[in-house]
């Protein structure tokens, strides 16, 4: 009974260590643990121009823009806040549209234009079927890309 | 109840009557699972026909989570009680767990294609997956490392009892740090967002998985403790050769001197 008091105290200790370490290095390391800065973070972090980073946020509406034959495209990327012009020339995946959440990797350039080297679509967690979201768009209950419907 | 199902030899009765049921309703549940999900539910509205890996990726998600959970709890029972059973029932579970664990990686991988633009980011989520994959791979081959079965058992247990750590980290790896996967659909404060007509095929394969999982995971507990059992008879027979009935030795053997 002792022994499997004992062994049972030091394995809880032992994870509830672990566990503390664990959650210390994590908060420590956040900063490196994003996939990528939303608009506002990269002027707050103050990263220039000529560092490769990714960014994240919707595709603000009407903001698209296909030059050059339709193969480059620049658009707004926003996160409520703070919006950054992106230009990009490369294959946009099927789900990016105005509206769409988007992650960009690529560098600032010297005017503050975000130039991509790829662009990924990045969708919400809502799933339902076509009609719904019709229905949902004809009664006004929707907003494209912001929290779900209650 | 759980204690009296820790005898090996009650455990054996019990698991043989309820095996061939478990694995007829696994059975009928996945037929009815894939049927609803792959042909009668809805497409999604921003997604199309490339929904339905979900019904595959996210149930064997959820179980590559939760067989880790099962496997970490039988090992820490393992490590402070030494329950006869529970190392048997960690080990068992530890194959079965990692091939879900690649089926949501390999069908991420497929879906992320068409959606994201791209087979593999190394995001919070799917960098934190892989290393669960890569702690299944690593209980398994920490198991079978020894040559003293019970060192291994008692190492891989601990092994398995840290990596719970990587669990937590998983589920709220969206929540915690930008990523390119999206956050929780299903189990998250204030309900699912998944239309009822997906959601329900969902839960029925999860359901399925469940089932097939438990149905797997008492075939090769049985298998091991089987395999126990023939190791010990012949270790048994090895060690006391003497002991055998007269009649059962080869020709020509010398007879027994007493």
Known sequence: MTRKRRRLI????GMTGLAAATAMVLTAFSGNLVFFYGPSELLAKGIGPGRLVRIGGLVEQHSVAHLDGGREVRFR?????????VVYDGVLPDLFREGQGVVAEGKLNGSGVFVASSVLAKHDEKYMPPDV???LKKAGRWQEGGKPPP | MISRLANPAQFMRVSGAVLPFLAGLAAVVLAVGLVWALVLAPPDYQQGESVRIMFIHVPAAWMALSVYLLMAVASAVALVWRHPLA???AQAAAPIGAAFTFVCLATGSLWGRPMWGTWWV??????SVLVLFFLYLGYIALVNAFDDASRGARAGALLAVVGVINLPIIKFSVDWWNTLHQPASVFRLG???IYISMLLPL?????GFAL????????????ALNERKLRALRLHRMAEPRSRPADAAPPGARPAVH
């Open chain 1, 10 to 13: 030091l394995l809880g200790g």
């Open chain 1, 77 to 85: 990327v926003t996160d409520g806040k703070t919006d950054l012009p």
């Open chain 1, 133 to 135: 979201a019709a229905a």
């Open chain 2, 87 to 89: 190392d048997v029932a």
């Open chain 2, 122 to 127: 190394w995001d919070a989520r799917l960098t």
């Open chain 2, 191 to 193: 309900g699912p967002t």
């Open chain 2, 203 to 207: 839960l029925a394969m999860a359901l």
């Open chain 2, 212 to 223: 097939l999982f438990a149905a797997l995971w008492l075939v090769r507990m049985r298998t």
